[in-house]
Nanobody
Framework: QVQLVESGGGVVQAGGSLRLSCAAS????????MGWFRQAPGKAREFLAG????????YYVDSVKGRFTISKDNAKNTVYLQMNSLKPEDTAVYYC????????????????WGQGTQVTVSS
């Protein structure tokens, strides 16, 4: 398994930006992809973006395309989520995830999770 630690959450006004970081340790050599999810109170955990570890292919859910950018630094074993033009509806706990086989819409299939970081967007 991979251990994940997120950072970078906080409070920002609508229209502002934040960058989340996720530092990975452990069995990173076997990672297929990493991704970002979020979970708002009373809602299911939602997939946002993924990036393959070796090739760097990225993919996004439609609701964040053009506003959020996922990237990685293999040397630092770190994945980032740059979030621009934030909206109050982006308020949630944001989670980093990693898996050896899958990254996408089904969080139950994913092996490794960070502890989450709170993002609050005020109007």
């Amino acid at each position: 398994q991979v251990q994940l630690v997120e950072s970078g959450g906080g409070v920002v006004q609508a229209g502002g930006s934040l960058r989340l970081s996720c530092a990975a340790s452990g069995r990173t050599f076997s990672t297929y992809a990493m991704g970002w999810f979020r979970q708002a109170p009373g809602k299911a955990r939602e997939f946002l973006a993924g990036i393959t570890w070796s090739g760097g292919r990225t993919y996004y859910v439609d609701s964040v395309k053009g506003r959020f950018t996922i990237s990685k630094d293999n040397a630092k074993n770190t994945v980032y989520l740059q979030m621009n033009s934030l909206k109050p509806e982006d308020t949630a706990v944001y989670y980093c995830a990693a898996d050896e086989r899958y990254m996408g819409d089904y969080p139950a299939l994913i092996d490794s999770w960070g502890q989450g970081t709170q993002v609050t967007v005020s109007s």
